[in-house]
């Protein structure tokens, strides 16, 4: 390839070029997402509107609640206490299903691009000692650990722990895989609408099945899905069908057990009972002699759903204006990107947490408040010198590091 005499490699252009590289990638919110534009999150996203008794609910639970906003590319950690609210972040490349395993103390998100990768966050337990750097106070933010690369074609949804193991819904392959011990993922439930007379159909998107319901095993599961027919229509095209179409499906039988849904979510099992978001009407409730027994109806699309004892935290979202039609029982333009606290023997809502700037809400899961305070971001101040050195010498249980000398 010719260059031009403007293109000449001269010292002073070899050492522009230089100092442009040398101060890339040096924010960690860029490093922490693998992502160059992560910083700064547009401050709009973060600005939100407490409605009734929000949190007071949040600091009876004595939780940290994790959301995910997977549109605007974002995670949020909201906890309280007597002195008030907590809001942090994590901009993350288009986060959709989050699980936290409470055993582990561990958090796995899952961000559907392609390729698809699925983090792990831990909280800090402490910083390294250093010379060279002052120290800071910890609030045991949640820090990426690790990150694995997989197949876009699986286009990972909700995901969910399954005995012992981290499972996730494979949409594109109309199947649930689990994660092995390395890298890769294995096929470990599909439904029978799915088996042909030769093999289950995993080569693309039939029924958009988007979400688990996590029991002891598989077998005691359960799994949502926009449709239990195939038809010539795919999710995602605007003549796919989804009225009333929506099923839930049992991991024993692999048949439905509740019909009549319209673009089910995030389902569920809470003492005993599936719940499940009913998105296409704004509604969630639970699965009693084969429909849907609605507890609630709110201010928009229907996803994301987590219990602490009474109390169910739901998700609303902004419909998406060229899916209006999948939405059939919701007042599109009235629509909210919102929490809601609600008191499931009653079906009231305590509170709500309401993001005029909002889009889309995808999953909801908590930890307690004392493991996790959220992330490192606040969304009330930055912090850039105390982020830089959280980053620097930050200490969790899966990255601690032993001295060991021979004897």
Not at 221 to 230: E, L, P, Q, V
Not at 233 to 253: C, I, K, M
Not at 263 to 282: C, I, K, T
């Amino acid at each position: 390839m010719s260059r031009s005499s403007r293109d000449t490699p001269t010292p002073g252009r070899l050492e522009e070029l230089s100092a442009l590289h040398n101060a890339q990638w040096r924010d960690p919110a860029q490093v922490s997402a693998q992502w160059a534009p992560a910083s700064p999150v547009d401050p709009r996203l973060l600005e939100c509107e407490a409605r009734g008794d929000w949190w007071g609910a949040v600091a009876e639970s004595d939780a940290t609640l994790l959301v995910t906003r997977e549109y605007e590319h974002l995670v949020l950690g909201l906890s309280a206490d007597r002195r008030g609210g907590r809001v942090s972040f994590m901009a993350l490349l288009h986060p959709s299903g989050l699980v936290v395993d409470r055993h582990k103390h561990v958090v796995h998100i899952a961000s559907t691009r392609n390729p698809n990768q699925v983090f792990e966050l831990a909280p800090v337990s402490g910083l390294k000692e250093r010379a060279d750097f002052p120290a800071v106070e910890t609030e045991n933010e949640l820090v990426p650990v690790r990150s694995r690369f997989l197949p876009g074609c699986l286009y990972l949804h909700d995901l969910a722990i399954i005995g012992k193991d981290l499972h996730g819904n494979a949409v594109g392959e109309n199947a649930v895989v689990r994660f092995d011990e390395g890298t890769g993922v294995s096929r470990v439930w599909w439904p029978r609408c799915i088996e042909g007379a030769d093999e289950p159909a995993f080569d693309r998107n039939l029924i958009q099945l988007n979400s688990i319901a996590a029991g002891e095993d598989l077998n005691g599961s359960y799994f949502s899905a926009s449709t239990n027919r195939i038809s010539r229509w795919r999710p995602g095209h605007l003549r796919f069908p989804v009225d009333r179409q929506g099923v839930v499906f049992s991991g024993a039988t692999r048949e439905p057990i509740a019909r009549g849904l319209t673009r089910p979510h995030s389902a569920r099992l809470n003492q005993g009972q599936v719940w499940v978001d009913n998105s296409g009407y704004g509604e969630v409730g639970f699965a009693r002699d084969g429909r849907l027994e609605a507890v609630a109806k709110l201010p928009g699309w229907t996803r994301g759903l987590c219990f602490i004892g009474d109390i169910a935290f739901v998700g609303t979202s902004r419909v998406i204006p060229r899916f209006r039609c999948y939405a059939p029982g919701l007042d599109v333009d009235s629509s909210v990107c919102a929490l809601h606290a609600l008191d499931v023997r009653t079906g009231k809502v305590r509170g709500s947490l309401v993001w005029p700037w909002g889009n889309q809400i995808f999953a909801i899961d908590w930890l307690p408040r004392t493991v996790s305070s959220g992330f490192p971001w606040l969304a009330a101040r930055e912090r850039p010198e105390r982020i830089k050195r959280l980053f620097y010498a930050y200490s969790t249980a899966q990255t601690s590091c032993k001295t060991t000398a021979d004897s």
